[in-house]
């Protein structure tokens, strides 16, 4: 059998193996067809068999199982966020409709964790919003103003208090806020599929060729054989333009990140012993950092428009040549072979940071674009995607309904000319920072 999974990932490949998979072999028929198996496709199962338990219930994956943007993340589970468009006065009703959103995200990641007993890591120590230039100190009084009249905990804070608690001179401003959770993304999204119900079959390594509507019957065809379903959830986040589904309000970004290995005792009480903590970066485009449980240093300091089947070997060494030059601005006296291994993920944008909910047409749903915040809103839209394709309402949905919508791209060539521009821009505002 032909594994498709690349074994780069430092949160995948700390986990055990896992021995039993299972492909498509033959045709089938469901009750319930979810394609894609991250956290919004198995926590749609999860919710599918717990609503009814008497269902055939397939999801279906390209890959392994939970190894795409589930598994490749930084492991934010975010309660606020600051460079998504939605921090301005004008737009500050769309930023607490949003806020709400990913409170009951992180809602449903506790409720699973406590339910399953799930050790993933996880520390409610807050996060940063950081800059190692003056200048974004207006910036940042401006969003701690923001979140002090929502009601969130936060404190704007000096290079003198970073770096005692962060461990690097770096830094010269930022902005702390107590809501938000670090985690270990590959342990979560590991126990959701050890965890899927008796109904539900995963099947893995089947890539979707094409799908259509027959009457009330969905067909899919794949490499060697059909699914046929009732009813179908795509769950495939930064993949749903290429399966055309709402394809004119998202698209991919791949971004590359590395992780060193542990730091001995030695280069670990150089820099100060500190907690676990993660920097999200005041300017766009800056690195995304974190020190984790383990004494790891993970960084993302890429993003670029391009081919999202696929990076080479020789593209993604280039990129952890530039993710060593970020840990080294950081941390100067650590070794130049201090990367333990690098790899690409995708994550859904949407041109307005909006996420896609919705009733694609009969018995046809769509739940993803996550525009980086996946974890928790990918679990709750997972949960609650079932529960509108079961003909149900919540109080989340209509929460997930208040949201402002995605707004429609153009066309191609126009759309990739854009965001080329708009990259390049914010990669140049933002050299510092990587």
Not at 19 to 31: E, I, M, R, V
């Amino acid at each position: 059998m032909n594994i498709i999974n690349d074994n780069t990932c430092v949160w995948l490949t700390n986990l055990p193996k896992r021995t039993s998979y299972k492909t498509l072999t033959k045709d089938l028929n469901c009750d319930y067809l979810i394609i894609g198996s991250g956290f919004t496709g198995l926590s749609a199962a999860r919710k599918l068999s717990e609503l009814d338990n008497s269902k055939k219930i397939t999801i279906v994956d390209a890959q392994l199982a939970g190894e795409g943007g589930s598994a490749r993340n930084s492991g934010y589970l975010v309660d606020t966020t600051l460079n998504d468009g939605f921090t301005s006065n004008k737009d500050l009703q769309n930023y607490k409709i949003k806020t709400k959103i990913y409170d009951l995200g992180i809602k449903s990641i506790k409720k699973y964790i406590k339910e399953y007993q799930v050790d993933c890591d996880w520390n409610e120590c807050g996060k940063y919003f950081a800059s190692s230039k003056l200048e974004d100190e207006t910036k940042a009084n401006s969003f701690s103003n923001l979140l002090s009249e929502l009601g969130y905990e936060n404190k704007v804070l000096d290079n003198s208090e970073l770096s005692n608690k962060l461990g690097t001179n770096f830094y010269k401003i930022a902005v702390y806020t107590k809501g938000g959770i670090l985690l270990n993304p590959g342990k979560l999204v590991r126990s959701m599929i050890d965890t899927l119900p008796d109904n539900v079959q995963l099947i893995e390594n089947a890539e979707l060729i094409s799908w259509k509507k027959n009457n009330e019957t969905i067909e899919c065809k794949f490499k060697n054989n059909i699914i046929k379903t009732k009813k179908i959830i795509f769950c495939t986040n930064g993949f749903l333009r290429s399966l055309k589904v709402k394809k004119n309000y998202s698209f991919p970004i791949t971004l590359t990140a590395s992780m060193t290995r542990p730091l001995s005792d030695e280069e670990f009480e150089e820099i100060g012993s500190p907690k676990e903590w993660g920097v999200l970066p005041i300017r766009p485009m800056g690195a995304t950092i974190r020190m984790t449980k383990d004494r790891r240093i993970l960084i993302r300091n890429t993003a670029e428009l391009r081919n999202p089947f696929s990076m080479d070997k020789y593209k993604l060494n280039q990129r952890s040549k530039i993710h060593l030059q970020g840990i080294k601005k950081r941390f100067p006296n650590l070794p130049d072979d201090i990367i333990e291994n690098s790899w690409s993920g995708i994550v859904c944008r949407s041109g307005n940071s909006s996420q896609i909910f919705e009733k694609i047409d009969k018995n046809i749903y769509a739940a993803g674009c996550y525009n980086g915040s996946g974890i928790g809103v990918g679990t709750l839209f997972g949960e609650q995607i079932a529960l509108m394709a079961s003909n149900q309402h919540s109080e989340e949905i209509s929460i997930i309904d208040e949201r402002k919508k995605p707004n429609w791209l153009p066309p191609q060539p126009f759309l990739n000319i854009g965001i080329y521009t708009r990259l390049a821009y914010e990669r140049i505002k933002a050299r510092s920072e990587t």
